[in-house]
């Protein structure tokens, strides 16, 4: 491979939490606006279909390993002749796993990868699942990193040592009020998710696509005494070349951004990086409040007999 050029698309849309045929039927014009506009490869956020909450109604939005979601993906991916990925609440068994598909031009499964860290609340809905993180296809090696995941050194290491082609980063990352994060925190989040993309494009020296929703966000805290204030996801979908530069990125406002980036094997890089938990400076507390919410989430999961029911009766659903 010497320099392929590759338009890639992420798609910034809303979704609502179990509504996942109206959340496909949304997403389907934007899908064909990026195809139409020239996208080989269009990613949507992180659990597009199911929409993102932090109680029992994001298992309503839970489906088998073959379900609606899936169909959906490979239909539309034979259709429109394109790459189409994203990620869904998958049943197996008596667990939910964050699982992200991606669908050839020729309506086949390239490989699936499952969120290995579920972030803060998430804990106590889903679990994660080791695995390498990366999808073997005719582009090259695609390396898939769900939104908390970037965030850490683990994954920055394992993308390095597994020499990828192009990285795709959906995430469902809304902004805390101020009730929880300072202002200055509030800000430095920010900056950090609109930098994501360059960030890694430099790192590894291959393109990166960040794509993350945008619109209202309102869920309780699973074990606190209130519920916050709505708040919302920002949007900052970014499309990063190998070289770092930002090629598109949207604000907070629904739509498609393209671009075409190169798959340049000269520019890769096996990144040096130091030891530690995050990739980038966190603002400080950081660690111990994510670790004490997750911690007490796992544990929550662990003793959900409602879990076990819910996934075991997705599990077996026909998946719509």
Known sequence: MTGTRLCVAAVQMRSEAGAVQANLARALPLVEEAASAGARLILLPELMPGGYVFSPAIWDGAEPAQGLTVRWLK????????YLGTSFLEAEGEDFFNTFVLATPDGQEAGRVRKQT????????????????????ALGRIGVGIC?????????????????DLLLMPHSAPMPRATLFSRRK????????STLAP???QLLGVPA??????????????????TPRPSSFPGLSTIADSDGAVRAQLGAEEGVILA??????????????RRGHWLRKMPWGTSLFCGLVEAAGRSRYRRSTARRERARAASSSRGG
């Open 75 to 82: 239909e539309h991916g034979r259709r429109l002749s394109v």
């Open 118 to 137: 579920p972030a803060l609340f998430e804990t106590c809905f889903t679990t994660g699942s080791e695995g390498p993180h990366t999808l073997e296809t």
């Open 148 to 164: 908390y995941e970037n965030q850490q050194l683990w994954f920055a290491r394992l993308m390095g040592s597994r020499s990828i």
């Open 186 to 193: 509030i800000r430095v989040l920010s900056e950090n998710l």
């Open 199 to 201: 960030h890694y494009a």
């Open 209 to 226: 696509v960040f794509c993350n929703k945008c619109g209202p966000f309102e869920s309780p805290l699973p074990g606190w005494p209130f």
């Open 260 to 273: 075409e980036v190169s798959l340049d094997p000269r520019r890769k890089k096996t990144p040096s990086l």
